[in-house]
């Protein structure tokens, strides 16, 4: 008869393979790990498991790769080489910072109708002037935000401004 004093309890199993107790006991009806239960005095009999079938069912050791030295940049088309040395082509670094920033130029259109508080931000009146234009009907606006908030035309308030 195998002496299974020696052998990991459940938990142990579980904790060291890196699953739940269950996921355990499912292995052990698939017959991929064996458990017996280990007799104790005065107590129900505890679940053990073959050390064996731990030991196969242990994640493989996952080993870093060795950290190795990155190349060296290769020169960019804006790099030229004259002598032996890389030199700076400065009409193609003008070039690719126009076309940066034409690419920021292209901002989408700014939204045409504005909440109070951006448009005091927008223009630098005070909310409580561009209030008073709107009553006078100096400055465009509309009650069309959600509960029936105002909304100020952008156009209309920059234009006020002057």
């Not at 493989?60 to 950290?67: E, Q, T």
């Not at 020169?75 to 920021?104: C, H, S, W, Y």
């Not at 259109?109 to 709107?134: M, V």
Request: glycine residues 6%.
């Amino acid at each position: 008869m195998t002496d299974v004093s020696k052998w990991p309890t459940e938990y142990q199993a579980a904790d060291a393979i890196g699953v739940s107790v269950r996921t355990l006991q499912r292995y052990a009806e698939a017959g991929k790990i064996e458990i017996r239960p280990r007799p104790r005095q005065g107590k129900k009999p505890e679940n053990v498991c073959n050390p064996r079938d731990v030991d196969r069912l242990l994640p493989a050791a996952h080993v870093m790769p060795a950290d190795e030295p990155e190349p060296p940049a290769k020169p960019t088309e804006a790099m030229v080489r004259a002598n032996g040395k890389p030199t700076f082509d400065v009409l193609g670094a003008l070039i690719a910072l126009v076309t940066q920033q034409q690419k920021l130029l292209a901002a989408p259109e700014p939204k045409p109708w504005l909440t109070l508080d951006e448009a005091a931000e927008a223009s630098g009146l005070t909310a409580a002037f561009i209030r008073r234009q709107i009553a006078e009907a100096k400055i465009a606006a509309t009650r069309g935000g959600p509960h029936g908030a105002l909304r100020v035309h952008r156009a209309s308030v920059l234009e006020f401004r002057g």
